[in-house]
């Protein structure tokens, strides 16, 4: 496809389930990037992928919350034990990888339609 | 203190007016300055950066910048409905370029 595509576009789960919501970003795009947008606010920075390597996961809120990028495209955002505040928007980003590790035009990031993730 | 601060809104404008949307931030070592619109329900998209002092213009869009007073902002000229949405500021740091850090946005209300 020609933009970033994200499963579900909705979920709807109970407190303590696992939850998983899917990225596939542009092809060729070597930096991904999982943000989180609760109402009302802007994304917050999760977790950022050069390739199929975390490179930075500083903005993971806690141990349930982990992903992966095991072949350097797809990524998946697992969340453990769901809780009603992991209630919110999660958007995936992709961007090509510039010379400095960031994209290549800083800052242009390309989103996807993103996944609600709605924890009753 | 949040490190990157809007005015949440509504801004409401009269279609042709200049609507102006400001942002401050707080961390001096803030490289480079990003508006992305969001429409309501969709994803963010980048619209303008900045990187050094002054202004930058591209069409409709003005995007200004003062370092020394950590202050952005982006004027839209001849405003039209369609430019109603959510306008989020956002900044990185030479550190870690990749990361952005996003304001809770400002929502432009264009009336025809």
């Known amino acids: 496809g020609a933009g970033v595509s994200q499963t579900p576009s909705n979920k709807v789960t109970e407190k303590g389930k696992y939850v998983e919501l899917r990225c596939d970003p542009i092809?060729?795009?070597?930096?991904l990037y999982w943000y989180r947008q609760s109402l009302g606010q802007g994304p917050e920075f999760l977790i950022y992928?050069?390739?199929?390597?975390?490179?930075?996961d500083s903005g993971l809120p806690n141990d349930r919350f982990f992903a992966v990028r095991p072949e350097g495209s797809v990524s998946t955002l697992k969340i453990q034990r769901t809780e009603r505040g992991d209630s919110a928007v999660y958007l995936c980003?992709?961007?090509?990888?510039?010379?400095?590790?960031?994209?290549?035009?800083?800052?242009?990031?390309?989103f996807g339609e993103g996944s609600r993730l709605t924890v009753l | 203190q949040k490190e990157v601060e809007q005015n949440s809104g509504p801004l409401s404008v009269p279609e042709g007016a200049i609507a102006s949307l400001n942002c401050t931030y707080s961390?001096?070592?803030?490289?480079?300055f990003f508006w992305y619109r969001q429409y309501s329900g969709k994803s963010p998209e980048l619209i303008m950066s900045i990187y050094s002092n002054g202004d930058k213009e591209d069409g409709r869009f003005t995007a200004q910048l003062n370092k020394a007073s950590q202050y952005v902002s982006l004027l839209i000229r001849d405003s039209q409905p369609s430019d109603s949405a959510t306008y989020l500021c956002a900044v990185n740091r030479m550190d870690s370029s990749y990361k952005l850090i996003f304001g809770s946005g400002t929502r432009l209300l264009v009336r025809p």
């Open positions: 961390d001096r070592v803030s490289q480079s």
């Open positions: 992928f050069q390739g199929t390597g975390a490179a930075d």
């Open positions: 092809s060729g795009h070597t930096a």
């Open positions: 980003a992709s961007s090509p990888l510039g010379q400095a590790g960031g994209p290549v035009r800083t800052g242009e990031l390309f």
